[in-house]
């Protein structure tokens, strides 16, 4: 059940990891294929002029994917339950969405995580899929990759519905919601490239 709380509160409480740790996923593989599909996606070309690391730009986007800096923080925050806050492999997630004054809390648990090369590309990516209580079912995926013509592509791939009846009631909202969040994550993801400063020094 979805259970708002003030903003405020919900960002000074402790993170309760326990509340989600021992929920199980609601959406695997062998079930999404038929589920809406949302791709979302951009392209960070090499600049025309000017110097431009590539490599430097990449280690920007991936220090945020990693680092799960992937939503402007007045709108989402995601706490992981691990040593260092980073993703990693069966990681739970904490999600705090805010809407307003109000704040929402859910949880998700990253089932893939690749970092590395990929078909001669630098590339970096992670997958998460909902758990029990979350308002949707699903599976989200983020990533970049750097190719060959130094420039870095950024995409986002989910699979979801409804997952609660709520949810379902006031769907048109919450499509317009989920649409929006992803065109900021998107446009968060290419300032990270874009600018020009040491790999991670950006909160």
């Known amino acids: 059940m979805l259970r708002p709380r003030l903003a405020a509160r919900l960002r000074s409480d402790p993170v309760a990891f326990e509340r989600w740790q021992r929920r199980p996923i609601t959406a695997a593989d062998t079930e999404i294929a038929e589920w809406p599909l ?25 220090d945020r994917i990693l680092d799960l800096r992937l939503f402007p923080p007045q709108s989402i925050v995601l706490h992981a339950d691990t040593p260092d806050g980073r993703a990693a492999l069966g990681a739970t997630v904490v999600q705090h969405l805010f809407l307003g004054p109000l704040g929402l809390e859910s ?33 989200e995926t983020f990533s970049a ?29 919450a ?3 989920q649409v929006r969040l992803s065109h900021r994550s998107l446009a968060l993801l290419s300032a990270a490239v874009a600018f020009d400063q040491p790999a991670g020094a950006a909160r």
């Open 145 to 173: 990759s750097l190719g060959a013509d130094a420039a870095i592509r950024l995409g986002i791939h989910a699979r979801s519905q409804p997952g609660l009846l709520l949810v379902r009631l006031v769907s048109p909202f």
């Open 38 to 62: 949302d791709e979302y996606a951009t392209l960070v070309p090499r600049p025309s002029v000017g110097s431009w690391d590539s490599a430097a730009a990449f280690e920007r986007v991936r």
């Open 175 to 177: 499509r317009r919601l």
């Open 107 to 139: 949880g998700v648990r990253i089932t893939k995580l690749q970092d590395g090369w990929e078909a001669g590309s630098r590339h970096v990516s992670l997958t998460w899929a909902t758990l029990e209580g979350h308002p949707e079912r699903g599976i």
